[in-house]
């Protein structure tokens, strides 16, 4: 199931990860997820559940050296010194010397702020605890306060995205600075019920939440799809060897509606 992306600053990254958000005791979705092809879990300290990711990872079995893990410093942490403090938490939590990747969770707090706990966290790189440094829920105004700042861009955005909230703006401001759009709520948190999804599924004999994630994948984000149920993690990942048709593909974009699509708290328009 492994097939990368390349970021900007050379890493790769799977395509698809599993996302843990709401799942305190995740420890065994992250070894299901590892034991059956995943090779990405996407954390957050928000979500309180970092050292279950870490137990999850040491029982899949699989070589921390072949797992691409992520986690997110909230906005409350949102100072240089608070920003190195929690991101030497985090790996002591994970019980790894590193992440792969770690974000800024949320544009909230202010430009000063929150480019003080990017420059930590760029720090952080330097110093070998991160491989590589993003942003989630940033505009396009909040990536071009780094690059006026002379730091180093993100190589990732995670922004909630599904065919009802695209976010287009953010998406090709990111495309063209080549930044990988992650999609976290990629399954619209479950809300199946909409008649073009329900046609597909039947068209293409996949589950809702896979025809969701193909669309994502198509489209050219890394979809985090979440859930705590074994068979479920087992599904969402069963999304290559098959392809949506274009004209499917139209009709699933043509769901779109903006901001008002939204089933998260998607705050990308703070100051």
């Known amino acids: 199931m492994v097939e990368t992306v390349t970021l900007s600053d050379g890493h790769t990254m799977p395509s698809i990860g599993l996302g843990v958000y709401l799942n305190e005791e995740c420890a065994e979705a992250c070894r299901v997820a590892l034991q059956n092809g995943y090779r990405m879990i996407d954390g957050a300290r928000y979500y309180e559940n970092e050292v279950q990711v870490g137990v999850g990872v040491g029982k899949s079995g699989v070589k921390r050296e072949d797992i691409f893990i992520t ?9 240089y010194d608070g920003t190195t403090a929690a991101l030497k938490d985090s790996i002591a939590n994970l019980g790894s010397s590193y992440y792969n990747l770690y974000l800024t969770h949320s544009a909230i707090g202010g430009k000063d702020a929150r ?5 930590a966290l760029l720090d952080g790189k330097a110093n070998g605890m991160i491989k590589s440094v993003g942003v989630s829920n940033y505009s396009a105004k909040h990536i071009e306060e780094i690059r006026e ?19 287009k703006p953010i998406v090709e401001y ?14 619209v948190r479950g809300a199946f019920d909409n008649q073009v999804i329900q046609e597909l599924s039947t068209k293409y004999s996949k589950d809702p939440a896979q025809i969701l994630v193909k669309w994502s994948l198509q489209r050219g984000f890394v979809p985090l799809p979440k859930s705590s149920q074994p068979e479920r993690i087992i599904s969402n990942g069963q999304v290559f060897g098959w392809e949506i048709e274009p004209t499917d593909m139209a009709k699933l974009d043509a769901l779109d509606r903006g901001k008002e699509g939204a089933v998260t708290w998607n705050p990308v328009d703070v100051d």
Request: proline share 6%; hydrophobic share 40%; glycine share 2%.
């Open 71 to 79: 986690s997110k410093v909230f906005h409350e942490d949102f100072t």
């Open 174 to 187: 990111c495309r063209k600075n080549n930044i990988i759009v992650q999609a976290y709520s990629p399954l």
């Open 115 to 119: 480019l003080a706990a990017y420059r």
């Open 149 to 167: 700042a002379g730091l180093d861009m993100p190589v990732v955005n995670q922004i909630e995205l599904h065919p009802f909230c695209q976010q």
